[in-house]
Nanobody
């Protein structure tokens, strides 16, 4: 397993941008597909974006397509989520997670970070 720590969340206004960071421990980071999920109060954890181990393929939820970009730097053991055009409905705790392959299914991700809060005011 890999240990994950998210950062970069905060309080912003609608239309603003934020960049989330997920730092991973371990020497095998590039072997993992990485994903971002979010969970709003009273709702289930939902898929946001995912990227393959070498970064050559990505997948996005329809709700964030065209606004969010997932990327990774394997030399820095870090995965990023660039969020542009933020909306109040993007308010949630954002989690990064590691999986053995590119997937959108939450149950396929075995390692999770502690989450970082993103709040978007209208």
């Amino acid at each position: 397993q890999v240990r994950l720590v998210e950062s970069g969340g905060g309080l912003v206004q609608a239309g603003d941008s934020l960049r989330l960071y997920c730092a991973a421990s371990g020497r095998t980071f590039s072997m993992y597909a990485m994903g971002w999920f979010r969970q709003a109060p009273g709702k289930e954890r939902a898929f946001v974006a995912a990227i393959t181990g070498n970064g050559d393929n990505t997948h996005y939820a329809d709700s964030v397509k065209g606004r969010f970009t997932i990327s990774r730097d394997n030399a820095k053991n870090t995965v990023y989520l660039q969020m542009n055009g933020l909306k109040p409905e993007d308010t949630a705790v954002y989690y990064c997670a590691a999986a053995g392959f590119l997937t959108t299914r939450v149950e396929m991700f075995g390692s999770w970070g502690q989450g970082t809060q993103v709040t978007v005011s209208s």
